[in-house]
């Protein structure tokens, strides 16, 4: 089975119970009790849990500034969805070895390569950078992988 072909799979599964997530319930008495009821239930997920415990849809505006601007540099014209979508996005459209396509794959790895170092930057040491910031970051590390190659 091909990497990317597996990726899709993993992201289109729909997991109805999570053994990890029940473990730690368990370990936990005081989230057990938040989903008592639910556990038994073919509406599980982990994903049902984190919007539950976030207060409803977790989004990321930030992180999505920051890649409709990459993908406006890159000349995609698309609106971004969200998390599952893009990575079946790129799933499906980063393939190939011509030029075009080379500098989308590596304008997504940068932008993920960004976006988690910006959340470290954000949850351990307390620094905020802007979406030009970044976004300019991102363009750096492209251009310089892409002109020595």
């Known amino acids: 089975?091909?990497?990317?072909?597996?990726?899709?799979?993993?992201?289109?599964?729909?997991?109805?119970?999570?053994?990890?997530i029940r473990k730690l319930l368990k370990l936990r008495g005081e989230a057990a009790t938040l989903f008592q009821g639910s556990l038994k239930s073919s509406s599980f997920t982990a994903s049902r849990i984190w919007k539950e415990l976030r207060g409803g849809e977790s989004k990321c505006v930030f992180s999505k500034h920051v890649w409709e601007a990459i993908l406006d540099m890159v000349g995609v014209a698309k609106a971004v969805g969200s998390w599952k979508d893009e990575v079946l996005w790129a799933v499906r459209n980063l393939r190939g070895k011509k030029p075009k396509t080379i500098l989308r794959r590596l304008s997504w790895i940068a932008y993920i390569y960004n976006i988690w170092t910006e959340r470290n930057f954000r949850q351990f040491r307390n620094q905020h950078n802007n979406i030009d910031t970044i976004v300019k970051g991102i363009c750096d590390i492209v251009l310089n992988r892409f002109m020595h190659k």
């Open 1 to 20: 089975m091909s990497r990317s072909l597996s990726i899709a799979i993993f992201v289109e599964s729909d997991f109805t119970e999570s053994w990890t």
